[in-house]
């Protein structure tokens, strides 16, 4: 076939992917099409296990020995894999199709420098000389905005930043100019600001050099800014396919419903809008229901209609390339809130139960430790750092990588001590006492709710065992039989089952380990949490559910909550205070609504414009940092912030570079540590604004 205009680069048809195993076929994709036209970029939307990257490795043929297409096509360039010769196809892989995978370090080879394996690339694939390709890595190099790519190219990977790694990797995947781009979850580990960089590269590179792109990704956000098309995927099947614009303000799939609903869009509130989880939980690849997968957690599903039989893409009137499975998508109202809604009346914090008071927590480092030198270096991890939480309070600390999140938290738990200033917690000071010498009081009422649902599990013990031995650690409880009655109590405040408790972690999903995470968390009825990053590691629907957990637990208990996080889309919703770090520094603090509005510290600002929102409606204004966060171990002088600052020009001389800034305290107990002048950060714009459409249900 002749390759026109008006022949897609990526024409999938009815794909089928199953994986043999010893147990069995298992299908993890079905009836799966799209395709992708010059030029064009499509995002791959959907939850963990949907079948998104089974799809990506299906188009290069890597999927193992026990993974095969059983059914379908997928035709690159017009022409059909399936009919090509392994030659052909080792040809087409890493010269016309690329793959950037989500982990830069797993294209990476950490024993050979930069520049030797980008310019593999052209001397493998088109047999160029080492001359021609070290000009072609360097002018590429220059493509992804790397500093400085001659000391680049004598790196080798762990010398780069995450940020710097991901962009080597895409840097590498468009050295042979490919047809077709395949970025699987590119900047899930990168901060936003790094993320909000790479994700401006590849636009500007996709136009750039003609790439066509397939995305995927489970952020709405991300694709809105990104991609032309859209395909979402639940359970191995694409169930609505369309343009950006269709799919976000014009849905016409339940599941697409039911993924917008549950991420905290503006507009969203805590308490008078909340987010709506979707139920269940995905089926199981061997146990999927007849008829619509969607059909066991769909609010519109009806018996004998929607489980008669399969059902197949269908489309959707007047809107071209619009498609949808589901059979009931013309009778539904898209607009309708859900049933039982529940709202909330806002709760009035009550009394000051921490007060962090010029917190200081440095680390002496001994500069070549490896080898035994004498030198050491100070990291001053937090810094200088203030604030007050109080009872019912939801208190967000943000920043990036290395701002100081982390080592905060430590101390506040014991599992650091401070190295100056103050940590007072119903008046009993906790800063310079280590977690061994707290009483079982003290930890009880200062608890943490983890990341990682899976690491905080012991695999060998069943979850109700766990919650007991925790009640145990906390003297709570007369008996054995106590506190098993307690333990059920636990199991029903985060909702889950009371047969749960004979279950092993392997047995529960992710959100189901992370909801006795905080049961664990809760045993000893807690006057503060720290949650750190709690839903990061969940699927979309799982974290509206975790997150509403949370929510309804701390207005029944009055617990004060200290949220942290990078996802400034979460922390508008859920926090009442804010306060953003950057590199051991506060920057800036205040109420919400102070921190999302004019006047803005300079980072806030741009951690505001880095943040992907899934609305159209959405106007940003676009600042991308230059650089990377400088390393702690050898901070800038001055502002911490002065080396990325896009205002620096703003404050006369070169006080920025010399002195730390004072703490600008605005109206409404609102502060900045910055050296602008009030004047400029008074005529400051919103980042964010609307344009608001009609007939826009996204948020419905």
């Known amino acids: 076939m002749t390759m026109t205009e008006d022949t897609?680069?990526?024409?999938?048809?009815?794909l089928s992917i199953s994986f043999f195993v010893r147990t069995g076929e298992i299908p993890a994709v079905m009836d799966f099409s799209c395709k992708v036209m010059p030029g064009e970029a499509m995002g791959l939307v959907g939850e963990s296990g949907c079948g998104k990257s089974t799809v990506a490795l299906g188009i290069m043929r890597d999927l193992s020995n026990i993974g095969k297409i059983t059914e379908g096509t997928i035709k690159f360039m017009g022409k059909d894999m399936g009919e090509m010769s392994e030659a052909e196809l080792q040809d087409i892989r890493g010269s016309k199709i690329s793959m950037v995978y989500q982990e830069p370090m797993a294209s990476l080879n950490p024993a050979m420098k930069i520049g030797k394996q980008l310019m593999e690339v052209p001397i493998i694939h088109e047999k160029v000389s080492k001359d021609a390709a070290y000009a072609r890595s360097l002018e590429m190099l220059e493509a992804v905005k790397l500093p400085d790519p001659e000391r680049m190219m004598r790196s080798y990977p762990h010398q780069l930043s995450g940020g710097q790694q991901q962009r080597i990797v895409i840097a590498m995947a468009l050295l042979s100019k490919p047809k077709l781009l395949l970025l699987d979850e590119p900047t899930t580990a990168l901060d936003v600001t790094v993320e909000a960089g790479i994700i401006d590269l590849v636009k500007d590179l996709g136009k750039r050099f003609g790439t066509s792109i397939l995305f995927i990704s489970h952020n709405l956000g991300l694709i809105l800014e990104t991609c032309d098309r859209i395909t979402i995927m639940y359970s191995g099947e694409a169930v609505e396919s369309g343009t950006v614009d269709d799919v976000f303000d014009r849905m016409q799939h339940p599941y697409t419903q039911g993924l917008f609903r549950s991420i905290p869009l503006p507009g969203a509130d805590k308490n008078t809008h909340p987010l709506v989880a979707i139920p269940g939980q995905l089926p199981l690849p061997n146990q999927r229901p007849r008829g619509c997968n969607f059909g066991p957690r769909c609010h519109h599903y009806v018996e004998e209609v929607c489980n008669a039989g399969h059902i197949s893409m269908m489309p959707v009137a007047n809107e071209e390339g619009h498609t949808s499975r589901c059979l009931r998508f013309q009778e539904i109202d898209w607009t309708a809130l859900p049933e039982n809604l529940q709202q909330h009346e806002a709760i009035q914090p009550g009394r000051e139960v921490l007060k962090v008071e010029n917190l200081k927590k440095h680390y002496h480092v001994a500069a070549n430790a490896i080898f035994g030198g004498s030198d050491t270096r100070t990291v001053k991890a937090n810094e200088a750092l203030s604030f007050t939480a109080r009872e019912s309070e939801t208190t967000a600390i943000v920043g990036e990588s290395g701002c100081g999140k982390s080592t905060l938290a430590k101390v506040l738990l014991g599992l650091e001590t401070a190295t100056d200033g103050t940590v007072t917690m119903d008046g009993l000071n906790i800063e310079a006492v280590e977690v061994d010498n707290r009483t079982?009081?003290?930890?009880?009422?200062?608890?943490?709710?983890?990341?990682?649902?899976?690491?905080?599990?012991n695999p060998s013990h069943s979850v109700g065992s766990q919650i007991i031995r925790t009640l145990e650690?906390?003297?709570?409880?007369?008996?054995?039989?106590e506190r098993e009655s307690r333990m059920l109590e636990l199991l029903d405040l985060v909702k889950l089952p009371r047969a749960f408790a004979s279950r092993m972690p392997r047995q529960l999903s992710g959100g189901q380990k992370q909801r006795i995470g905080v049961a664990r968390c809760f045993a000893g009825h807690p006057k503060i949490v720290v949650a750190d990053e709690p839903v990061s590691a969940l699927d979309v629907s799982v974290q509206a559910a975790v997150t509403e957990l949370l929510m309804d637990i701390q207005r029944e208990a009055k617990t004060t909550m200290l949220f942290i996080s990078h996802d400034l889309s979460v922390v508008r919703y859920i926090a009442d205070r804010v306060i953003v770090m950057y590199l051991g520094h506060i920057v800036e603090q205040g109420t919400t609504d102070q921190i999302f509005a004019p006047p803005y510290h300079p980072y806030t600002e741009a951690l505001l414009s880095a943040i992907p929102i899934a609305d159209t409606s959405v106007e940003k204004k676009h600042i991308v940092?230059?650089?990377?966060?400088?390393?702690a171990m050898s901070p800038p002088s001055g502002c911490p912030f002065h080396t990325r600052c896009p205002h620096v020009s703003e404050v006369p001389g070169d006080l920025c570079a010399k002195e730390v800034p004072?703490?600008?305290?605005?109206?409404?107990?609102?502060?900045?540590?910055c050296h602008l002048a009030n004047d400029i950060l008074e005529r400051m714009e919103p980042v964010i604004s609307f344009d608001k459409k009609e007939n826009d249900h996204t948020a419905a």
């Not at 650690?473 to 039989?481: D, H, P, R, S, V």
């Not at 004072?662 to 540590?673: A, F, P, T, V």
């Open 8 to 14: 897609p680069i990526l024409e999938i048809n009815n």
């Open 440 to 457: 079982p009081e003290t930890i009880a009422s200062l608890q943490m709710v983890f990341q990682n649902p899976f690491d905080t599990l």
């Open 473 to 481: 650690k906390f003297n709570i409880g007369a008996n054995q039989k």
């Open 625 to 631: 940092l230059d650089g990377d966060i400088p390393s």
């Open 662 to 673: 004072e703490i600008k305290n605005l109206s409404g107990g609102h502060q900045i540590k």
